[in-house]
């Protein structure tokens, strides 16, 4: 297949090799870029996708997600709650009306959402397991992934212990023991998690929030059990100021100094949100290498906080962006994530700035470039879940890229540089072609074999039977 007159193509790779100078590119039998360059020649028999007045970017590497949230948009009772009365009354108040059937259904609703937004690797933090469940979550959202052509990665999470923000839960909801939980993640292992560059289902170790989610010792004993099987840890970490305080009160310690001390920091560890972080906490992430997951837009929705996500990178912290559960999000649409980010962070340096000493002048819209949030969702991404041969538009690498039409909506007109519109613009462009693997997936905005109605139908009859049975 070739691809060819693009108006520009930014490769996700950081620093001076961040734009191409290619147009086109080729993609070999096997699903990799086989070249990149300009006026490439189609070969015999060769497919060839036109893309003038058309900009790519590497394929997005959503590295934190509740995909079961899809169902639960714009909750009334949660809407302009913070994180913890939000936490009781949305997810934990609803999850125990999440059979396969509604699970799947959720799945495949963040699934279509996230490919439209460009999205070809996909990772759901799922925490919806319990004793007697009678389902098996983890095989069913593999399998809706597959059926979609998107790279999956199970972010296994689940609990030991109930937290306060579950008093009243159903009684069935009961956490599982520690002893069935990594014995189920061991399966997973197993039967998913597939090693090599271009892998296309692989398993982290996820208990939901490591300070909350497991007894004393266990958390020390699962990053062992994750690092003799060669998977890597995700959880939640120091979202909001209540982190910092439960912390405190009951290990007399910050949330990063929880995890140093039960080995939960490291290049194979990365956390979602880190809004909250001491000077020396900023330092122990830095120095082991431990990664985040971005996720500004529900950091704005719930009120957390602006994470000082360009700070930490500055100190070589490996930066991801994840678009955080529908429930505290709206939308898993990595492009308005992206857009927030850019925004949020240029209008919190001009903020942090002040007072500002007469004649310092202005600042902060130099705190992050559309390029660099190309990269942290790209390549940062692919970097932090362990997806060596994906996240580059580079010749060898997965190919993996969307392809975006900026000749059919007025809101693109107008640009001097096409390569950024489809982040500074603020809303989504026509998606002409979305390829995993080489394999197209999403074409003319639309899914092949997906019936868009049908799901649309079913969507609304899922909201309408949680809200009864919540
Ligand atoms: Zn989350």
Redesign the pocket.
């Known amino acids: 297949m070739l691809i060819r007159n693009a108006s520009a193509v930014l490769t996700g790779t950081a620093g001076a090799g961040a734009r191409s100078t290619a147009r086109d590119l080729r993609i070999g039998a096997d699903g990799c870029i086989a070249e990149m360059g300009c006026s490439l020649v189609p070969e015999p028999g060769e497919r060839v996708l036109d893309a003038s007045d058309c900009v790519i970017y590497p394929g997005w590497v959503n590295t934190?997600h509740?995909l079961f949230q899809s169902l639960l948009k714009g909750v009334p009772a949660g809407i302009d709650a913070t994180l913890t009365p939000w936490l009781k009354a949305v997810p934990y108040a609803y999850r125990g009306g999440f059979d396969e059937e509604t699970l799947r259904l959720a799945a495949r609703i963040g699934l279509v959402e996230l490919l439209l937004s460009g999205c070809t690797t996909a990772a759901d933090?799922h925490y919806i397991y319990y004793p007697g469940i009678g389902y098996d979550p983890s095989a069913a959202l593999f399998d809706e992934a597959a059926r979609l052509g998107q790279r999956f990665m199970l972010l296994r999470g689940g609990a030991t212990q109930t937290r306060d923000a579950e008093a009243g839960a159903p009684a069935h909801l009961r956490p599982e023991a520690f002893d069935a939980m990594l014995a189920d993640i061991e399966r997973c292992v197993g039967r998913y998690h597939q090693r090599g560059p271009r892998a296309r289902t692989r398993v982290a170790m996820a208990p939901t929030t490591i300070t909350i989610s497991l007894r004393d010792g266990e958390l020390r004993e699962a990053a062992r059990a994750a690092r003799a099987w060669g998977i890597p840890l995700h959880s939640?970490l120091s979202e909001t100021v209540s982190y910092m305080e439960h912390c405190r009160e009951k290990f007399n310690r910050l949330p990063v100094e929880v995890a140093a001390d039960n080995e939960w920091l490291g290049p194979d560890v990365w956390f979602?949100?880190l809004v909250h972080l001491s000077a020396s906490e900023r330092r122990l992430l830095a120095n082991s290498g431990t990664g985040m997951a971005h996720?500004p837009q529900?950091n704005g929705r719930l009120g957390s906080g602006v994470a000082p996500a360009p700070a930490l990178a500055r100190m070589g912290v490996p930066m991801s962006i994840?678009v955080?559960?529908a429930a505290?999000n709206e939308a898993a649409d990595m492009l308005s994530e992206l857009h927030c980010a850019w925004l949020m962070h240029r209008a919190h340096a001009g903020s942090a700035s002040l007072p500002r000493p007469e004649g310092a002048g202005e600042a902060g819209a130099d705190a992050v470039t559309i390029e660099q949030l190309v990269h942290w969702a790209s390549a940062g991404g692919a970097r932090v879940l362990g997806f060596e041969g994906v996240g580059t538009l580079a010749v060898g690498q997965a190919a993996d890229l969307a392809v975006w039409r900026l000749d059919d909506d007025p809101r693109f007109f107008g640009v001097h540089d096409p390569a950024i519109a489809p982040i500074a613009s603020g809303a989504r462009p026509h998606l002409k072609w979305l390829l995993v693997d080489g394999a197209i997936v999403v074409e003319d905005d639309r899914i092949p074999g997906l019936d868009m109605a049908e799901l649309h139908a079913s969507a609304r009859a899922a909201v309408k039977r949680l809200a009864e049975r919540h």
């Open positions: 934190h509740h933090h939640h979602a949100h996720c529900s994840g955080d559960g505290s």
